[in-house]
């Protein structure tokens, strides 16, 4: 294999003109470019240079190498700014995904932290609900996932994720939204099973397997009369009179509440915010200055 400090010895003798030459250019020893230029010729498998008396010259294959190693060290060196850019936050960049509660809430913080501080590195975020972040990272589709998994399934999250690097961000609590003129919209908290006759508006579709999950520990099967992944369209439809929900405190706080009531749930219902990346990932340093930017921006 040709090494590229090989290349760098080749150009020397060869704008020299003699081993003594190139070794005082390079700041080394005439052994160690005889060396070198040995090895090299190794590597290539024929003779690149012809050497009569104190003179010497390329040959053909000589002349050849030496015309493309100044285009591959130009890029060697293009490559070693580039990276060292990246290593040093001046550039590169960071492929989010985010659950839509997570993008409107945890997002924005952690993002406008990291061009304040970094400007440099170029942070690109779309949305997808868990399970389908999680794949989108395993298939190089993003390198950095918000996802969120709750308390009665944490431990098959926990498996499901366990090649992943997983950083808990936040415990979100779920909570009841009832219309304001519903009769419990005064209470301060409410028992699910109080719930048990009424029309219910579901979220996403890991939320509403959980919701029913939920119901059916309290002792009902939930009516599910509207099914929605759109956060502001469950709030419209429990603001209209047209059922109840829970919700992450999340959700509700990205989205204006009009005419509903919040109230706290017993027995409480938490879902853990966490972020997601590849054990190579999370070594790499934008990823991890945004991870950590996330981290801050829920400790808020």
Known sequence: MIEARHLRVLRAVAGTGSFSAAARELGCTQPAVSQQMKALEQSAGTPLLIRTGRE??????GEALVRHAAGILAGLTAAEEEVAAIAGLRAGRVRLV??????????PT???AMRAAHPGT???LVEAEPPRSVEMLREG??????AFRYGSGAAGAAAEWEDLVVTPLLTDRLVGLVPEGHQLAGAERVGMAELADEPWIAGCPRCRRHLVEVCEAAGFTPRIDFAT?????VVGLVGAGLGVAVLPELAVESVRAKGVST???EPA???EVVALTLPDLARVPAVAATLAELVRAAAR
């Open 56 to 61: 010497m010259r390329l040959t053909q294959a």
């Open 98 to 107: 985010s659950f839509p509660s997570g993008s409107s809430t945890l997002v």
């Open 110 to 112: 952690a993002l406008a």
């Open 122 to 124: 170029r942070i690109s």
């Open 141 to 146: 589709d993003c390198d950095l996932a918000l």
């Open 229 to 233: 992944d759109d956060y502001p369209a």
């Open 263 to 265: 109230l706290a749930v």
């Open 269 to 271: 219902v938490e879902r």
